[in-house]
């Protein structure tokens, strides 16, 4: 598949139009931000890991009847996916308190949560991704109700069918963060499924597993992402 011009460039990844004007090829960098940006760094091939990490999250996904934006891996760092009109939100999922959520309410990191629990943020770098509830989502005009419902439905059966399966891989999901947009009419999960925006502790040590090791400047980056490929494919890179 040809790149032609990027569309947009992010801050994790760049999305590349094809000679297919539905669809778009998306290039997974190594670069890495926290705090909205005010942290920046690399972690070594952890583009290389994304792809693959999400390219197996939504095969799995998709063997359960969840739809995603997937068409192909196309090279090591390549996915082409169908391109969609995105619902400007951040879908988070909880099981267990961390990160906002524990600072917010005052809540210890790691206490379980009485259940599955599903927050929205406006995705906005300039406003930093405030919170948001069903009603500002309606209120602006950023999906409908309908729409809204869709969305929490089927992030709450991913986070089932995620939790299920990492289980076996003595991985427990803590959080996540998931994009949804709009193809032919329907809601579709799309952007990516990986250690950048996941939370995943393994399940005896706790040992953190995911970008909280940069964000916190924790150590061992780079193993927490091979751990978790090794854990899911049994590939090492
Ligand atoms: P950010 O925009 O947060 O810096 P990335 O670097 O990951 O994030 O950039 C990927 C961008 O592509 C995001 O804005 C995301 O919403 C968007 N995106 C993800 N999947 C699709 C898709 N299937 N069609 C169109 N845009 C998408
Ligand atoms: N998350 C994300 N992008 C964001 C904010 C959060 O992918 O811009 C993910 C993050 O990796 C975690 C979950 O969403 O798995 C919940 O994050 P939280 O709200 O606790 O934010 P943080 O502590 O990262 O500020």
């Known amino acids: 598949m040809e790149k032609k011009e990027a569309l947009y460039e992010g801050k994790a990844k760049i999305m590349y139009a094809t000679d297919k004007a539905d669809e778009l090829l998306v290039y997974y960098k190594d670069d890495a931000t926290a705090g909205n940006g005010a942290k920046k760094g690399t972690i070594a091939d952890k ?23 997937l068409v192909k891996v196309t090279g090591e760092r390549e996915m082409l996916v169908k391109k969609m009109d995105m619902v400007p939100l951040e879908v988070i999922v909880r099981n267990v308190a961390a990160g906002s959520f524990s600072q917010r309410f005052g809540v210890k990191e790691g ?16 406003l930093g991704d405030p919170f948001m509830n069903n009603y500002h989502i309606a209120a602006l005009g950023l999906a409908t109700s309908e729409e809204v419902a869709e969305i929490e439905k089927q992030a709450l059966k991913v986070n ?47 040992e953190k597993l995911d970008k909280d090791r940069f964000r916190r400047d924790l150590g061992n980056v780079e193993d927490a992402y091979k751990e978790m490929l090794r854990r899911l494919t049994g590939e090492e890179r």
């Open 47 to 69: 583009g290389v890991m994304n792809n693959k990490m999400t390219a197996f999250f939504f095969g799995l996904l998709e063997k359960e009847g969840i739809k995603t934006h």
């Open 111 to 126: 206490t379980p949560l009485k259940i599955s629990t599903v927050e929205f943020c406006y995705k906005n770098d300039d």
């Open 160 to 206: 089932d069918i995620l939790k299920a399966f990492l289980k076996e891989k003595k991985v427990d999901l803590i959080d996540f963060k998931l994009e949804f947009g709009r193809l032919d009419g329907k809601i579709v999960l799309g952007d990516e499924i990986s250690p950048d925006n996941c939370r995943f502790w393994d399940s005896d040590t706790h």
